[in-house]
């Protein structure tokens, strides 16, 4: 049987990748980052409606919970323990389809009831010092998806619903992988040392030639520092820490590595990043789902990003989901092919209402600094050709990877 044509366009470009250049800058806004809040909650919810859809009508219906918004409440921190003012307000808006219709009889479904429970039970999951049932006003405005949109699930094969583009790279440098595993160390191992650190984390990297800076802001959490002396303390054991944890993860002596944690910190005007939650959302900073993270878990000036937010659209239909989720892998699966010097970036493209595995070109681009010259690309191209047909031709994985919790989308 003849392969379909997926439009699959794949070329060298004779240019310095990311990782060579002289200037990179990476970041990563933490867990408890008020617009990582959302993103969790718009795909925590979208997880959960899928999960019931199906349990109730057999497949997942048309939805898009990427709309969440969180409105800063207010706090009055100290240290050996400070109180909420204000709870947290959190909305989780969005489209969903909350009956069905065979002609019979009409059925409803419990979305908003879904939706709330998905959040709940995330907040409390994730974040250990926020009181999700006297702290946070958990409020959700989710109505039927309009017809037009809907109607792409009525059809024989699966149809995007907008003319939109993913993208991705790989592989992730080693400002990359600073960046995202320093997070992950102070939000997960860490913990267990210095409980005095909170949730809402941002670092952000700065590469000049083989020199990285890192800027830490981390919320410190009132309740376990006693006075000011703890919390110097404190901060001078996580710059420990954070360091001993960069060195083995640079791994080389290739890479200075330099630090700064709490920058906006004035100890001598009394000015200390603390928190009665460990979220900087108890006081001042609001969150929306798309203005943080990419798919990959970061955000990368220096490499091609897609504008759309990834959480809380829907895993079968939504282009600004699959397209982005579906180029990081084809991106990743493409590198473990070529040398390590190359960078490879994927866009994907389509059209609203053609079929999800048919876009209207995705292009694959090996990036060398003399690709011209490499003897390697043609057998290089005709590989990411194949990686890419293959993910294409198997959209229902990724859906079903994304429903699963497999995938990352901030």
Same mark, same amino acid.
């Given at each position: 049987?003849?392969?379909?044509?997926?439009?699959?366009?794949?070329?060298?470009?004779?240019?310095?990748?990311?990782?060579?250049?002289?200037?990179?800058?990476?970041?990563?806004?933490?867990?408890?980052?008020?617009?990582?809040?959302?993103?969790?909650?718009?795909?925590?919810?979208?997880?959960?409606?899928?999960?019931?859809?199906?349990?109730?009508?057999?497949?997942?219906?048309?939805?898009?919970?990427?709309?969440? /918004?969180?409105?800063?409440?207010?706090?009055?921190?100290?240290?050996?323990?400070?109180?909420?003012?204000?709870?947290?307000?959190?909305?989780?808006?969005?489209?969903?389809?909350?009956?069905?219709?065979?002609?019979?009889?009409?059925?409803?479904?419990?979305?908003?009831?879904?939706?709330?429970? =998905?959040?709940?039970?995330?907040?409390?999951?994730?974040?250990?010092?926020?009181?999700?049932?006297?702290?946070?006003?958990?409020?959700?405005?989710?109505?039927?998806?309009?017809?037009?949109?809907?109607?792409?699930?009525?059809?024989?094969?699966?149809?995007?619903?907008?003319?939109?583009?993913?993208?991705?790279?790989?592989?992730?440098?080693?400002?990359?992988?600073?960046?995202?595993?320093?997070?992950?160390?102070?939000?997960?191992?860490?913990?267990?040392?210095?409980?005095?650190?909170?949730?809402?984390?941002?670092?952000?990297?700065?590469?000049?030639?083989?020199?990285?800076?890192?800027?830490? =802001?981390?919320?410190?959490?009132?309740?376990?520092?006693?006075?000011?002396?703890?919390?110097?303390?404190?901060?001078?054991?996580?710059?420990?820490?954070?360091?001993?944890?960069?060195?083995?993860?640079?791994?080389?002596?290739?890479?200075?590595?330099?630090?700064?944690?709490?920058?906006?910190?004035?100890?001598?005007?009394?000015?200390?990043?603390?928190?009665?939650?460990?979220?900087? /959302?108890?006081?001042?900073?609001?969150?929306?789902?798309?203005?943080?993270?990419?798919?990959?878990?970061?955000?990368?000036?220096?490499?091609?990003?897609?504008?759309?937010?990834?959480?809380?659209?829907?895993?079968?239909?939504?282009?600004?989901?699959?397209?982005?989720?579906?180029?990081?892998?084809?991106?990743?699966?493409?590198?473990?092919?070529?040398?390590?010097?190359?960078?490879?970036?994927?866009?994907?493209?389509? /059209?609203?209402?053609?079929?999800?595995? /048919?876009?209207?070109?995705?292009?694959?681009?090996?990036?060398?600094?003399?690709?011209?010259?490499?003897?390697?690309?043609?057998?290089?191209?005709?590989?990411?050709?194949?990686?890419?047909?293959?993910?294409?031709?198997?959209?229902?994985?990724?859906?079903?990877?994304?429903?699963?919790?497999?995938?990352?989308?901030?």
């Amino acid at each position: 049987m003849p392969k379909k044509a997926k439009n699959i366009y794949v070329e060298g470009l004779n240019e310095i990748p990311a990782p060579m250049k002289k200037v990179e800058i990476v970041e990563r806004k933490g867990i408890g980052h008020p617009d990582s809040v959302a993103d969790a909650l718009g795909e925590e919810v979208s997880r959960a409606l899928c999960k019931m859809y199906i349990k109730e009508v057999g497949h997942v219906l048309h939805h898009n919970t990427d709309e969440t /918004q969180l409105a800063a409440g207010n706090a009055a921190p100290k240290f050996g323990g400070g109180y909420i003012i204000d709870p947290v307000y959190m909305l989780l808006v969005g489209r969903a389809t909350t009956f069905v219709d065979d002609g019979k009889i009409v059925k409803d479904l419990p979305c908003k009831p879904t939706a709330l429970d =998905a959040a709940r039970k995330y907040l409390k999951k994730t974040f250990p010092n926020l009181d999700v049932d006297s702290e946070v006003i958990l409020d959700a405005k989710i109505g039927m998806g309009s017809d037009d949109l809907t109607g792409v699930y009525k059809t024989s094969g699966v149809l995007a619903n907008d003319t939109s583009f993913g993208v991705g790279y790989a592989p992730y440098s080693i400002t990359d992988k600073l960046t995202l595993e320093t997070e992950k160390y102070i939000n997960g191992a860490m913990k267990k040392k210095l409980p005095e650190t909170g949730q809402d984390v941002k670092v952000m990297c700065s590469r000049i030639d083989n020199t990285v800076t890192m800027t830490i =802001a981390c919320a410190m959490v009132d309740k376990y520092i006693p006075d000011a002396a703890h919390y110097k303390s404190a901060i001078e054991e996580m710059y420990d820490l954070v360091t001993d944890n960069a060195l083995k993860i640079i791994g080389s002596d290739d890479i200075k590595f330099k630090l700064d944690i709490n920058t906006g910190d004035n100890y001598k005007k009394g000015i200390y990043y603390l928190t009665c939650t460990g979220l900087s /959302q108890e006081m001042g900073d609001d969150g929306s789902v798309g203005r943080g993270n990419r798919c990959n878990g970061l955000i990368t000036p220096y490499r091609p990003m897609s504008m759309e937010a990834t959480s809380g659209k829907n895993p079968i239909t939504h282009i600004g989901k699959i397209y982005n989720v579906m180029s990081k892998l084809i991106a990743e699966d493409v590198a473990k092919k070529v040398t390590n010097e190359a960078e490879i970036r994927v866009r994907i493209l389509s /059209q609203i209402g053609k079929p999800v595995s /048919q876009p209207l070109n995705c292009s694959v681009q090996i990036v060398l600094p003399e690709a011209d010259k490499n003897k390697n690309l043609g057998k290089w191209s005709k590989e990411a050709e194949s990686i890419a047909y293959e993910w294409l031709d198997n959209v229902d994985k990724v859906s079903e990877m994304i429903i699963n919790g497999k995938i990352k989308t901030f």
